[in-house]
């Protein structure tokens, strides 16, 4: 039978680290209950999980539905546990239909993507880089702007502690700020503060637009 191609926008994830983790089994835990929460909240082609050692893939019919679920996934896990991403959009082919082994330019921009920020995290002033994006056939500046907006939004998530990140998994599920204040226990005009000077109404309102891409 002839492998099917079709273009997909792949998912390629790492842990950061998780060779220094002291608990790796419940790392590796905490990592794969969120997979499953992210495959039940975003429709995937083939679902996000652990491949090998500390490596995570999927498959996405649209690049927006793939950024969506590596935020999503980061939300679940941070902070403390973190990892880098390659997205990438290109033909996909299935060598395997009951494996589910693929291979093909999707896959490759991924990892070129993914690589880039490995290399792109040592470099000064870039620590707090995670996510990059590529195209087997870059198109009209798509793949530029969508990097752009992904370097502004790990600068943002980069500089998250647990209570700023409490508050956008809280924003996310559309909560109260009473109800956030009450997790947190603090006031909820100490959660108002935090969401306005972090920036986060524009740090989601950036993600919703990344969401809609095709």
């Known amino acids: 039978m002839t492998p099917v191609s079709s273009t997909r926008a792949t998912v390629l994830g790492d842990l950061i680290g998780s060779r220094l983790s002291a608990d790796r089994r419940g790392l590796h835990e905490r990592l794969t209950a969120a997979l499953t929460h992210v495959n039940q909240e975003i429709v995937t082609d083939q679902p996000l999980a652990v491949i090998a050692g500390d490596e995570v893939q999927g498959t996405y019919a649209g690049v927006g539905d793939a950024l969506g679920a590596v935020f999503l996934l980061r939300s679940l896990l941070s902070p403390g546990t973190d990892l880098r991403f390659g997205i990438g959009r290109g033909d996909v082919t299935v060598l395997d239909a009951e494996t589910g082994i693929q291979d093909g330019p999707g896959w490759w921009a991924a990892r070129q993507a993914i690589e880039e920020v490995e290399a792109g995290q040592q470099v000064t002033g870039q620590a707090t880089w995670r996510t990059a994006y590529r195209e087997h056939e870059p198109d009209h500046g798509t793949e530029q702007a969508v990097n752009a907006a992904l370097v502004c939004q790990d600068l943002v998530l ?49 993600i919703s637009a990344l969401r809609s891409l095709p």
């Open 158 to 206: 980069g500089s998250l502690d647990q209570t700023g990140w409490t508050i956008v998994r809280g924003m996310m599920q559309e909560r109260t700020h009473a109800s956030i204040a009450e997790e947190l226990g603090i006031s909820r005009q100490a959660v108002q503060q935090r969401r306005k000077s972090a920036g986060l109404p524009m740090l989601l309102a950036s």
